[in-house]
């Protein structure tokens, strides 16, 4: 099976097949990344397109590492675009403890679509915290991959997947008691 | 290597949640999309392309007319100079020898510098 820099570099040459190739391994990843960061399918699966979009533009960039946080940072970059668009008011505080997670969009429109099992879980879970458990368990990133992706520092990055995921299997068990 | 905890429990639940979307569709659209930017990308460039060379054929008659004009001027010139070094030479010897010395200089030089 070729690797993942064998088939960007095809892709970077113009080959649209490696290109396809690409997109079906990481369409998953990116998408359940993108639904968890906005909570809405719809938003999610646009902000993964143009992820893609812009992953094909930008092939010839990729230079190693692994592909997935390549792709995962720049899926990172278009939400965080989106959400500048949609809510310029608000700026990312990766410290925040008590803001709750505000989503993108609709969120009556976004109870009737399709609704992942673990995105009430989530939904409680602090922004920076949503963020960095959403990067570093959901999309597999390693500590410091996700802190390259965000900017944050990976104490931070580290402390708030440790305290997400805390609060994540707290708000699992109370909700498989109720 | 990742050093740190991967938290197999939350993320096999995460990916059996991603491995559930349907991928095709997703697939299709992204692909169609970067087929119709290469498309938009390449007729761009095929029209900026034509344009140019258009715009390059209309000059050639006059960039032809140009060239025979410094053609002309340097066949001039060069028989020009060519008389005047023979009269220069016929008038005064020595200057034919510091032409030589110079030209030998100038080639030594050019043949040790490396490229």
Redesign the interface.
């Known amino acids: 099976m070729r690797t993942d820099p064998d088939l960007a570099a095809d892709a970077a040459r113009g080959s649209e097949a490696a290109f396809a190739e690409l997109v079906r391994r990481h369409q998953a990843r990116v998408r359940g990344m993108a639904r968890r960061l906005t909570g809405s399918a719809s938003a999610g699966d646009d902000i993964a397109q143009m992820t893609f979009l812009t992953a094909w533009q930008k092939i010839g960039t990729y230079a190693g590492g692994t592909f997935s946080a390549w792709i995962c940072t720049i899926c990172w970059r278009e939400f965080l675009q989106v959400r500048r668009k949609t809510r310029p008011e608000i700026e990312f505080d990766e410290t925040a403890e008590i803001i709750p997670f505000d989503k993108i969009g609709d969120r009556s429109a976004s109870q009737t679509e399709n609704r992942m099992d673990l995105s009430r879980a989530l939904d409680r879970l602090t922004e920076a915290q949503r963020v960095c458990v959403v990067m570093c368990v959901a999309a597999g990133l390693s500590h410091r991959e996700a802190a390259e992706a965000t900017g944050w520092p990976l104490g931070t990055v580290k402390s708030h997947v440790l305290r997400g995921v805390e609060a994540l299997r707290k708000h699992l068990a109370n909700a498989q008691v109720a | 290597m990742?050093e740190?905890e991967?938290?197999e429990d939350?993320?096999s639940?995460?990916?059996a949640?991603?491995?559930a979307?349907e991928?095709k569709p997703?697939?299709d659209?992204?692909?169609g999309?970067?087929?119709r930017?290469?498309m938009v990308r390449k007729t761009l460039l095929l029209a900026a392309g034509g344009a140019g060379a258009v715009v390059a054929a209309l000059q050639v008659p006059s960039l032809l007319g140009d060239w025979i004009t410094v053609d002309n001027t340097i066949v001039t010139a060069i028989s020009t100079a060519q008389q005047q070094a023979g009269i220069l030479a016929s008038t005064n010897p020595l200057w034919l020898g510091i032409a030589a010395l110079v030209a030998l200089s100038l080639a030594a030089v050019t043949t040790m510098e490396r490229t």
Request: charged share 40%.
């Open positions: 990742r740190e991967t938290f939350l993320a639940l995460f990916a949640e991603d491995r979307l991928a997703f697939i659209e992204v692909m999309k970067v087929r930017r290469s």
